[in-house]
């Protein structure tokens, strides 16, 4: 597989890193429909662990199922697919080698009252993911929790052993909890500072959400209006979020959230785009849908990262 | 031992895992009178932990002695005892190699308080059950508690140490705490939401109990009602559980509870029969019954999970 | 030094257990004057933690030395002698190989306010045992407290640790804590959940205390009326205790308490002896007396377990 | 590199210690325009985690790029660089051998609510920082804060295995938190307590604030007066910290917290060099100006401290 | 350096433990101008963090350098020298082989809320001490408070460690806390409860605080007067609490307190003595003094333990 002169421009930006962990990257980028273009579209199916099964497959029965999901992002030509442990497992043999995979190392729930904290409990290692055949580890991060330190501390001794042994690491920062509120969670202040984090963190892909153009820390604000920072669209707020990523040296893929329209789903790809992003992670949205048009939907996707739409 | 096409089938759905691990669910599978059905039943004695002795045993005299059980388990053809590591190693000598056995990893009891959480005490050790000879470990995980995350991330390592060394894992899911009503320990959408976790967890086994028709969670009461999901008979939510174990791909074995008519324990696994279900886990409405009417139930549960009642 | 019948009997219980914890339980129930007989007498030193120095070693003031009573159970022909391990140690060379010793692992004290739960802390380890030449471990979990979960984790893994090296494991079963009133610490149902627990976690030898009549917990005391369960007599309720410890193949020895007359003591081990147990562990009621009057008291012991009295 | 005379009375202040820190402290001391002088100005960039990247960056949008710092830090002839794991990364390749490094191994950041109490999260490693090649690792302590003995042991053991290993370890001790009031974050018997705590813990390099008059402990401050310790001048301060680093054998940069003036930062530098301390860490205040401006304060500050202004 | 018959004889009550042990009690009981008389004087400096360094050494400047103190107890021929790891760092290398001795390895500060509980930080480990050439490890513990259970594990630990590496324990055994009222923490019923605690842990040498006549715990109260323990002189009191450490079979050593007239220090001296204790361990009552004051008052207290005075 050679790389292009973008990925191999993007590979560059992880000084330091170990040729295992660029090797990794490289597979991604140089995986699916979007291959060598530097951006990507990564399948996640964690959602029957935090909202639970009926929730998550109902829509679409035959999401019930994780081999459904494996060719789901096989034949939509993604870059990678994403799940917890018993899932990846459910389908390691039949579906080796035809898509790279992230192995989602910790996991939340919804059957947790209030005073149990915003935290996620550690679902499996890197051993797993080495066995697996990974070729990277995801972790959920909640700045703004109480938790969030120890958090903090979980991903970097899981980060700095995945990169010893030669897999990449994906951070999902989200911001939630006790120091942020609703409306900040998506804030763009709060959007670009859980982007920074993860960077500090030493993600080598960075998995945020869009966001508003709410401003949410009064110290923050006061900066964004000085320096008069443009949130006005979507494309400028991804922009900062970029800038906020090491001025763009690191891959940063965009969530699109609970099931929505598709002209939603395209506008949001677009401004991702069009803002300097390296892509989007969408789950609900694609296999909530039926298959047929969950595959249209991606052709649509592929087709404005390639900048034809 | 050659395994049946039926219990190929079933091994087969445990891809990427170790062959120590498929040996070990192929000897429960393949042992006892059930034996190349696909289907179980297992013993578990645990309670004298959970309620102490007087109420387990005493309806009972007999059981207060660990060999009754075993011999009780083996006479029956069941396919595996499960036990805490000072009963399995009471009798774990003379049964040597007569029935497959389950180390239960953790242990409840009823002299806790209230301030001191839905919790158990880890007893036991992979190491512990590779000594004794035993098929599987069992642990027990309570979604809905505060601790959860703590049990979660417990299994998690100890799934994990389990495989390596080719030992299978059963993850007793039991919903209960903080963040369930006591209605809601028993509702559909929380038992199949306790099984997908479960599952996720990388259970290879997963016991959870039989459901009511109610339903706990609003989100998913939404989705139960628009989806138009049946959860008017034991069987069918019985099937829902099921869907929830990755479409079938695991093995589901439901409990009892509290002692009750023989009538109402054949309906149960006639509907965990026709629901898709893979078995039984009888514990009290075995062996606080004279040892005789035991083994008639035994004999009939057996007819029943062939078919043939 | 050749096992009598009863011992080997005593000893085949212990099924799948190490040769060298099988060895070490020889050795304790072939030493002193009751060698043999199964029955056993024990001295623990341990309230100077406990209580302080001057409640435990003023009323005989020759038991401040820690030589004073590693002689008296020397002298008396007693089975074992446990203490922490500073005491063990202040005589370990002196009296090396004369009497077999117990390392007690965990300590309380009296120095606790109410908001530091109950729980002892761990003063000593599995290899000070080895290298202290000592037959077992001892260890304290309180059944009923708020920190008893972690109790049973600790014990857990040292008994593991010690069975692998040959060392066997006493457990002091003592109720206590935040789910226990205080008439329940000696409830007869309570002490049989004691030594049940003790049991399953593995203890070869199970110290619990003497019981009441008293019945603590609801359902429990539903059981003991229905299934008419004899708590009249201490024999009766020793009885229970013996059951409860997987039908006498477990040895349990029982607690005096605090000193009291000698006729008491008397009657206690009368008891005991006819409701099946296996011995006494007697500290204050010895040390605390005259040098020559426990020895006699020890005396009396001896021919009350002999069956002389 | 050989030593001037001044560095090596320096290095032979550190006893006892190991000749790969020694060789790391000369590195630090012979670098730069300051070489030799045994006088230090670091570049910190830890801000991004700890107020967000707007901001840190925006004033200066250029610093959003990691090379800029690096860069900046080389031209500037500075003695180290000191940043967390990601930032350190990003330059890793590019500018690796070009100046000391210091990986700073805990973060604090502004998403935490006051129920999670002052502390901050491990975010890096000392074999990050072998792997990297720095010169140091850099650890915040709070003393003050209900966590600064989690603190304090952490960093203990962190900087015994980087001494082993051959990096010395540079002590941020910032105080803050329950027990002390504002005002008392910058009391001068606080710094003065802080530098004596960091050395304790065996800090090569002491990183404190410069301090006001206030006197906070009323004990201190007692003593002060008693004492006439003068605290009238910033000058008098900073030697009162240098006493309290072990009578000047360790080594102590003052911090200049938020962007100020350039004439308040050559008084203080003027401060420090006249109190005996041993330099500056300059963060916000010069990469948040232009960088021509921040290259002319360099300039300034490093005649200051060779005596020229 | 051959033993004298006192110090055969207090070594040979430490039975059972290393040679390395054995040589390190030897080397500081043969060491300083009261080799041999099996007493001795410690000088101890770890004020500076538990109270500040200007409360520490302001009044007496030249106390700021760590090497003032090891030349004071040199000069003044002490048994040994303790302080925490920078301090003792700070000459390691200019007092090489001088004196002996001892790295406190946890260490209290005054700049703790109410909130933060009674406890100290781990700022040393016994491979420090080893590196250091020490001869013991010393550690705080606080029978009283709820942390005490976490410190009795502390050096449980390491007591355990640095035996089996040759290195003595001295246990600074200080009771405070939520169990304990302010007079209680110096009534002699707890003083020699503190000492029994110690010496139960394993303390080689065991370090209490002089002690009022009250009594703080009513059950020992009730003891101390129905027995008759004399508690009123302090050589009484001094008697009671070397019983209390196996009958005087462990060193004791007592320590003054804060700074006070230099009769009274006698007065101390001759009590310990009296009693039967083993020495005293003086900080700010020497080093807070001018050195020749202070070493004219090590001569007189030097004088007092040979019994000249």
Known sequence: MKASNTVKKILANYEGETPGVKAKLCQMLMSGRLKGTGKMIILPVDQGFEHGPARTYAPNPAAYDPHYHYQLAIDAGLNAFAAPLGLLEAGADTFAGQIPTILKLNSANSLMSDTAGKNQAITGSVEDALRLGCSAIGFTIYPGSDMALDMFEEITEMRR?????????????????????????????????????????????????????????????????????????????????????????????????????????????????????????????????????????????????????
Chains 1, 2, 3, 4, 5 share one sequence.
């Open 161 to 309: 052993e995945a990169a010893a042994l030669g897999i990449a690491t994906v951070i999902w920062s989200y911001p939630r909890g006790e120091a942020i509120s609703k409306d900040g969670e998506t804030a763009v202040d709060i959007a670009a500072y859980a982007a920074q984090i993860a960077a500090l963190l030493g993600a080598h892909i960075i998995k945020i959400k869009l966001s508003t153009d709410h401003l949410e820390l009064k110290e923050a604000k006061k900066v964004f209006q000085e320096q008069k920072i443009d949130v006005s669209t979507q494309a400028a707020r991804v922009a900062e979020c970029m800038r906020s990523s090491f001025a763009g040296r690191r891959l940063v893929v965009f969530s699109g959230g609970a099931k929505k329209g598709e002209d939603s789903i395209y506008d949001d790809a677009r401004a991702i785009r069009d803002g300097g992003g390296n892509g989007s992670i969408i789950g609900r949205n694609s296999f909530q849908r039926e298959r047929g048009e969950a595959l249209a939907m991606f052709d649509k996707l592929v087709d404005i990262y390639k900048g034809r739409d």
